[in-house]
């Protein structure tokens, strides 16, 4: 930014878009309901009432179709990670976005997209199977428009969200074998 002290730098545009989030969110956040929560509440939460291990992963534990959650609290802040809660829409980073196939005999397949070229989608399904596609044997394909993530604003109470949140944030490192 000229004029300023901050330095020139060569971002990619995504980490780009990453600090100006994050400094947005930083300028904008209020207190989180997270920081009541306890962890080892949230964690009992996100096993058992929450699902999320139907598909998120956790150090090795959990399903693969949504984002590996291991390091999440070294990546997102805990007002971030309410916003992802309670509305999943708001904003689904590239990663993690869901892809829609549609054959040319009209089978649809929804999955996390792995890889996208050229003349190939590569993308995890449902069942958490990997497959590939050929672009010329499709009739359709697309990024899917909403997260396939629920919203939890009516499923836990606020107690049940910080503590999630809590747990989420405590997130920071792998876990040795």
């Given at each position: ?7 020139a730098s ?32 949230g964690r ?79 993308m995890l ?53």
């Amino acid at each position: 930014i000229p004029g300023t002290p901050l330095p020139a730098s060569n971002f990619s545009e995504d980490q780009a878009a990453r600090v100006v989030a994050y400094l947005r969110s930083a300028a904008a956040a209020k207190r989180s309901n997270s920081a009541a929560g306890d962890a080892i509440r949230g964690r009992v939460v996100f096993e058992g009432k929450g699902s999320c291990a139907t598909c998120h992963r956790v150090s090795g534990n959990g399903a693969r179709l949504g984002p590996d959650l291991t390091l999440i609290g070294q990546l997102r802040r805990s007002a971030d990670l309410e916003r992802s809660l309670l509305e999943p829409d708001a904003e689904v980073l590239g990663g993690n976005r869901f892809y829609r196939v549609v054959t040319k005999d009209g089978v649809t397949t929804t999955g996390r997209l792995l890889n996208l070229d050229t003349f190939t989608v590569q993308m995890l399904d449902s069942k958490e199977q990997l497959r590939s596609f050929v672009k010329s044997d499709l009739r359709e394909h697309a990024f899917v428009e909403k997260s396939p993530m629920p919203s939890y604003k009516d499923t836990l109470s606020a107690p049940e969200l910080a503590d999630v949140i809590s747990y989420l944030v405590s997130l920071k490192t792998k876990a040795t074998p």
